[in-house]
């Protein structure tokens, strides 16, 4: 995953605190040793390594267990750092069962923790998790953490994130950073990684404004050497959010800083990572550009070498598109194959780990056991002896059951002749059930209908609603944090009521389809003019129109009538006026004009808008009667899709039809055909 650059450094400080009360022993050579080697593992991974080497044989001499397995636990961190993981899983086992062994719970649950780190690290996410409670578990019952633990949180919403369950992972980072809040003076090196943790979260959940502001805070309160990882992760961010916001140059200039910052940090993960994100804004800029073209070759070549765990699923899926684009389809299918198998053996259950853990704990038990059997055979005789009273039992209660089934005989018989005489009665309940029966299949297309109203609106209310109530909830989250100086939260705001304004549209659109389909829409046809009804709902969007500077061409003849529902009129023509302006560049036209069909039936109106055009494709998709889905408008304004299904509905009772016309990149024209009333008096009736 992407964000795995960042995990041995960030939870140093974490695994720090953790182990900061360890106490090895009183002999000072025992000692020294262990905090060398654990203080090495920042800067000189291999002295570390021979420093814990060197406590293993002093321990394993002195005889001293619980010194052997503080050792084996600092052998397997050093062996993690230098990303030894088989081995240094081996090692933090063995330090697990000494530490059980001993009885000393503040260096079993270190164990226990770092052996979470070290599942996480190889993707094996759901033990990872189970590991993490363990050690949890161990330290509440020891009065050395709460359960509103900061590190806890952390690495719980770190782990959730790399399973791509980010709502999940979102509510975990904003505990942590509440529980961060509250003790902040004893751990200010937590800031900048729970704000570079939100940024990541906000970034895959499209909230690109939080997004960018988490990053951003998280760069400037990472000055220190020590921090770079923090600088690096978030200028990959920012990186990321100008190329989703189409600004080519930014991206740019934040992919080379970031690669800069990595080759400085010698952060191998990290180098890949800004390379391909480098690649990848410079072939957007230019398709042949030739630096990009090099650092392609240089991420093949690199990759080749990697194991499994090391490598990076967006840089494979990056490399994949690479080679397709370049037709070089065998490199293009073999990294597509690579991700796929990589891709199925993530958040799979360490189930072998589980199971010797339970059958370790299960070999703890067999004392107990055979207690329990000894038990059991002084128990034996007077089991006996139930047998012995419970035959005689039931041996009673057969010659009993024998007895009542003989009467019981006697009275089938004479039931049998009643059944007769029932039969008749029976013939003529089966025709009113046939009649029923048929009555209940009238109803069932009804049912049908209203269940797939059901479920459409059950799919808008958790899908599409939910995104700008995520970002409400986040914006006032951040105001009642009080961290944002004056710009910062008018800018915010802004935002906010925007999202609210496109909110309620939506639910406005919501409430009026949801109303129709399961209480059903009450059509009262009259005689309508056209111009005033369109020119009405015109003025209602006038102020909308204003935000991207359109102009409205009106040109519709006040000589037309029609036999509509207002109401549905209007939202008709509301919800289409709508969605030219959402689809419409700034400083555009959109034209609503009227006209006759050929055969002099109906009235037509057509709104024709400049914008970003359809496909045939979507146009199909656009008149489909089960469509629901919509995508986000020039200046990101979100939808439904329900106001296509609203406009459909209201036509079709209304008598009419509609047409789309498009061309990508040079807009749509949406014709409303009704019924022409023919009326000779048109003076009278206007």
């Known amino acids: 995953m992407r964000k795995q650059i960042s995990i041995l450094v960030v939870l140093f400080s974490a695994t720090f605190m953790r182990m900061n009360g360890a106490i090895l022993s009183s002999e000072k050579s025992l000692d020294s040793l262990y905090w060398v080697a654990f203080e090495s593992l920042e800067n000189d991974i291999a002295r570390s390594k021979r420093e814990a080497r060197m406590l293993i044989k002093l321990a394993v001499t002195a005889k001293d267990k619980q010194n052997q397995a503080y050792a084996f636990d600092m052998y397997g961190l050093a062996l993690y750092y230098a990303d030894n993981l088989d081995s240094a ?36 996410y759901n033990s990872s998790i189970v590991y993490l409670n363990k050690a949890r578990k161990i330290d509440i019952n020891r009065g050395a953490k709460t359960e509103n633990d900061l590190f806890y949180y952390y690495r719980l919403a770190d782990i959730l994130y790399n399973q791509d369950r980010y709502d999940e992972a979102l509510v975990y980072a904003h505990l942590s950073l509440s529980a961060f809040l509250k003790d902040a003076d004893n751990h200010p090196y937590m800031r900048p990684r729970i704000f570079l943790n939100l940024a990541w979260l906000y970034k895959e959940l499209d909230i690109l404004e939080l997004a960018e502001y988490y990053a951003k805070r998280t760069y400037v309160l990472s000055p220190k050497k020590m921090e770079l990882n923090n600088r690096l992760s978030s200028l990959q961010i920012l990186a990321e ?37 480098l690649a990848y804004n410079l072939q957007i800029k230019n398709l042949l550009d030739p630096e990009a073209a090099k650092i392609w070759a240089e991420l093949d070549e690199s990759m080749q070498g990697l194991k499994d765990h090391q490598k990076d699923l967006s840089i494979i899926l990056d490399l994949y598109h690479y080679y397709k684009a370049s037709e070089n389809f065998p490199k293009a299918l073999a990294y597509m194959e690579d991700y796929n198998r990589i891709k199925s053996e993530l958040n799979v259950l360490d189930v072998s780990q589980i199971r010797a853990d339970f059958e370790k704990e299960l070999a703890e038990s067999e004392r107990d056991m055979m207690l329990a059997k000894i038990a059991l055979r002084e128990k034996d005789n007077l089991v006996k002896n139930l047998v ?7 041996v009673l209660v057969l010659l009993v059951m024998l007895l009542l089934s003989i009467k019981a005989r006697k009275k089938i018989i004479s039931l049998n002749d009643s059944l007769r005489g029932s039969n008749q009665t029976l013939k003529r309940k089966e025709e009113e059930l046939r009649r029923s029966f048929v009555e209940l299949e009238l109803n069932y297309a009804e049912i049908n209908n ?9 799919s808008i209310l958790s899908h599409d609603l939910k995104q700008p109530f995520n970002q409400i909830i986040a914006v006032l989250d951040l105001i009642d944090q009080d961290i944002l100086n004056y710009d910062e939260r008018k800018e915010i705001l802004g935002e ?19 109303k129709s389909q399961f209480e059903g829409t009450l059509y009262k046809p009259e005689l309508l003019n056209l111009n005033i009804i369109a020119k009405r709902v015109s003025l209602e969007l006038s102020v909308l129109l204003k935000k991207k500077s359109i102009y409205l061409d009106f040109a519709v003849d006040d000589k037309l009538f ?125």
């Open 241 to 277: 959010i100008s190329q989703k916001k189409g600004l080519n140059n930014e991206a740019i200039s934040f992919s080379r800083k970031a690669l800069e910052l990595a080759f400085q940090y010698k952060d191998q993960s990290g180098i890949l990572y800004a390379k391909s994100m």
């Open 450 to 458: 209203l269940n797939n109203s059901k479920n459409r609106l059950l």
């Open 89 to 124: 899983l081996f090692y933090t086992n063995k330090a697990i069962d000494l530490f059980k062994q001993v009885g000393d719970q503040e260096g079993l649950s270190t164990a226990i923790y770092n052996k979470s780190l070290m599942l996480e690290f190889l993707a094996k």
């Open 388 to 394: 012995i009273i419970g035959i005689s039992t039931i």
């Open 562 to 686: 029609l036999k509509a529902d207002e109401a549905q009129l209007s939202s008709i023509i509301r919800n289409l006026l709508s969605n030219a302006y959402k689809f419409s560049e700034a400083n555009s036209v959109i034209h609503i004009y009227s006209g006759i069909s050929n055969n002099g039936n109906y009235v037509l109106l057509h709104i024709e808008d400049q914008g970003i055009g359809m496909t045939q494709q979507q146009v199909q998709k656009v008149l489909s009667s089960d469509n629901q889905s919509s995508m986000p408008g020039t200046n990101n304004e979100l939808g439904t899709g329900i106001g296509m299904m609203i406009v459909q509905d209201f036509i079709k009772q209304n008598k009419g039809y509609l047409e789309v016309n498009s061309t990508i990149g040079k807009g749509s024209t949406f014709t409303i055909a009704l019924p022409l009333d023919k009326i000779k008096d048109v003076q009278h009736h206007q």
């Open 496 to 514: 906010l009521k925007t999202s609210v304004e496109e909110t309620s549209s939506m639910v406005n659109n919501l409430l009026q389809w949801s």
